[in-house]
């Protein structure tokens, strides 16, 4: 029962990290239909940017979150404006396959800039908590892993008030209903685009400090948790945030006992995709999906 209960809990907090990762992806998606494959990349930089904030710096990951927040924030915009504005101007099937092409070439014009920057060396942020845990009977809870669920949530709940109370939250909604109508009630889409990309860009680099935090990152890491975040996507669906939340929890657990009970640790990337085929076969919208509502 230990057993179960100790891999039921490493589950939940991994996956935790697996679903800030898809909140990011999903919003610009949900938005602005375009679909970013490099939104691996821009973890992979957020991972960096804590990790350098922290050893030249002395910053503490956790405190450093809001700073990588606001640069990849800014980072988002600027890609935006300069690459992805001009696929949003196409129909939303052309939209897909174009943000698709843009989105491969990015993703390795950022890997190999990271390898030139960084070199191809894994790297990780260790504090004086980093190895800490809190001890209940035989069951452990990281510190730095509980820290990061709770990061997740309060990063739903911050996003789902943003959306739900502020006007530019509600222009978000009414541009991912309808851009036209939207548009025609004086919303400027150029700007809820923007904000769209800015915004999961950030969320992405908070991914990445955390995963910088609790795992490592490497000039590599990119598609990993590109793959990852597509899946919790099509799992939770388009939509809900805090579905999104729940969808990566969901796929942490699955595979957590698969890696446990059922295959080696290293087959459990093989678990997702599973889901990912399932998910598509028999319920494309997803388990969650709905529009910003």
């Known amino acids: 029962m230990d057993i179960v209960i100790q891999t039921a809990v490493s589950g939940i907090l991994v996956g935790a990290i697996y679903g800030l990762a898809a909140l990011g992806l999903s919003l610009a998606f949900g938005v602005l239909k375009v679909l970013n494959v490099a939104h691996g990349e821009l973890i992979m930089l957020g991972g960096y940017s804590g990790f350098y904030l922290f050893v030249l710096l002395g910053i ?14 800014m980072l988002g915009v600027v890609l935006h404006a300069l690459i992805f504005r001009h696929v949003v101007q196409l129909d939303e099937e052309n939209r897909i396959k174009n943000s698709l092409l843009l989105g491969f070439g990015l993703t390795l014009i950022l890997q190999t800039a990271a390898v030139r920057l960084f070199s191809a060396d894994d790297r990780g942020i260790l504090t004086s908590y980093s190895s800490s845990a809190w001890q209940i009977d035989d069951i452990r809870f990281p510190f730095v892993r509980v820290a990061g669920l709770v990061v997740a949530v309060v990063a739903v709940l911050v996003l789902e008030w943003f959306m739900k109370k502020t006007y530019w939250g509600k222009a978000l909604r009414a541009t991912s209903e309808d851009w036209t109508t939207a548009a025609l009630t ?7 685009y923007l904000l769209a990309f800015g915004i999961a860009a950030g969320l992405a680099g908070i ?14 890491i990119g ?39 059922l295959l080696s640790g290293a087959y459990r990337e093989i678990v997702g995709l599973v889901i990912f085929l399932l998910v598509l076969s028999l319920r494309p919208q997803g388990l969650f999906g709905g529009r910003y509502a």
Do not use: C, Y
């Open 223 to 261: 598609l990993q948790w590109t793959l990852k975040a597509l899946i919790v996507v099509v799992l939770a669906g388009l939509g809900s945030m805090r579905g999104t939340l729940l969808g990566g929890i969901l796929l942490g657990l699955a595979e957590a006992f698969s890696s446990v009970f």
């Open 60 to 73: 503490d990951p956790f405190v450093s979150l809001a700073i990588v927040f606001v640069m990849l924030a």
């Open 207 to 220: 991914t990445g400090v955390l995963i910088g935090l609790g795992f490592s990152v490497n000039p590599a």
């Open 186 to 192: 004086g919303i400027d889409i150029r700007r809820v």
